[in-house]
């Protein structure tokens, strides 16, 4: 089970499972904060018994500001397959009052060949 959570605020871009959501206020982080990627990855590592995001990502690492999450999530399957695992299934929900979202099968689909 992974969890994250980050602030809507102006002046950001709203990434959400890799897809850039049309939104007047995005999520702040030190990288693109995907918070629904962060969550995917702190579950995968947490499953593996390989600690959590902040540590192989820190968010005090110039190598990750700004960071595509897709990149995040595109490392965090090579450290699992690296020590055997890989996955079978992902089920993750986003909790958010707006923006509503519309990008379920996008998502869903955008993830998939990621990680397989
Ligand atoms: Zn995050």
New binding site residues.
């Given amino acids: 089970m992974g969890y994250?959570?980050?602030k809507l605020v102006e002046g950001r871009d709203l990434w959400l499972g890799g897809i850039k959501i049309d939104h007047s206020l995005g999520?702040l982080?030190?990288?693109d904060?995907?918070?629904l990627?962060?969550?995917i990855c702190?579950a995968i590592l947490g499953a593996a018994n390989m600690r959590d995001?902040g540590y192989h990502f820190p968010?005090t690492s110039e190598a990750t500001l700004n960071m595509d999450?897709k990149i995040i999530l595109k490392k965090t399957v090579e450290l699992i397959t690296e020590k055997g695992y890989h996955i079978g299934n992902i089920d993750a929900t986003v909790c958010a009052e707006r923006p509503k979202i519309i990008h379920r099968s996008a998502v869903r689909v955008r993830e998939a060949p990621t990680i397989s």
């Fill in positions: 994250d959570v980050h999520l982080g030190h990288s904060a995907d918070v990627i962060h969550a702190d995001i968010d999450s």
